[in-house]
């Protein structure tokens, strides 16, 4: 009796290990594989969902050397500060180009192109740039509406933001996508180079 026990036992341990060591590292190597796949899946769709537009604010706009000659063109030099936040804990956006125009009426008077730069999660970043409006042609309508809120001191204008931009979280990166804001109304005195009065716009945005 006892030999034949000393040998079952002698037999069954050796199998055993590798037995029940192999099944535990599959369950535990599915386990991490499955793991990864659905943070993977949660991670694409969280790309391609979210994210929360960014948001926008014209903290300042303030106009120089401004001038609407007799033919209605105008010459002026904008200057506006905008704010750009990335309301996002674990996003930060790259933005390849964007490009500032201002507009009476919806008739641009001037643009610029800002140098791409790279916004990181809840960072929030001062663009501060001047327009230059230089012998603008203006519609016959838009040049009597302008001489005539010049007069009052206070002109409305609009700030048109466009923007190319991808998102970026851990290792993944978003397709890019166009980026619009509209900043209105934005109201500048002109009867002094100063910020008197100026109410700070918070701009519609949508991706
Ligand atoms: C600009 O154009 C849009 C539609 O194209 C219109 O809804 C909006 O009222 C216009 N804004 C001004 C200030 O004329
Ligand atoms: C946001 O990022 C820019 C450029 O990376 C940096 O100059 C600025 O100080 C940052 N602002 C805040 C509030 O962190
Ligand atoms: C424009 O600025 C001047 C100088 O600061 C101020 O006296 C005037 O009241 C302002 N005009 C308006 C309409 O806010």
């Not at 933005?95 to 140098?115: C, D, F, G, L, P």
């Not at 838009?142 to 851990?170: C, F, H, P, Q």
């Not at 990166?173 to 209105?184: I, N």
Request: with cysteine; aromatic share 6%.
């Amino acid at each position: 009796m006892a030999p034949q026990n000393q040998q079952t036992r002698l037999t069954q341990p050796q199998p055993l290990p590798g037995r029940g060591l192999n099944p535990v590292l599959c369950i535990i190597v599915a386990l991490v594989l499955l793991g990864l796949l659905v943070g993977l899946a949660i991670l694409i769709t969280y790309l391609t969902l979210r994210p929360k537009t960014l948001v926008y604010t014209v903290e300042a706009a303030s106009v120089q050397d401004f001038a609407i000659a007799k033919d209605d063109h105008i010459s002026a030099k904008f200057n506006y500060v905008i704010k750009s936040y990335n309301p996002e804990k674990h996003i930060s956006v790259r933005y390849h180009s964007m490009r500032i125009s201002t507009a009476h009426h919806n008739q641009s008077v001037a643009h610029k192109e800002i140098s791409a730069f790279k916004q990181r999660p809840k960072n929030e970043t001062r663009i501060e740039t001047q327009l230059v409006s230089h012998n603008v042609a203006l519609s016959k309508f838009n040049a009597k509406d302008l001489r005539a809120e010049t007069t009052k001191g206070v002109i409305e204008m609009e700030v048109y933001i466009t923007a190319r931009v991808s998102y970026k979280t851990w290792i993944f990166r978003s397709r890019r996508r166009t980026l619009k804001g509209v900043c209105t109304p934005i109201m500048i005195n002109v009867t002094a180079n100063s910020l008197d009065g100026f109410q700070r716009v918070l701009c519609k945005t949508r991706l």
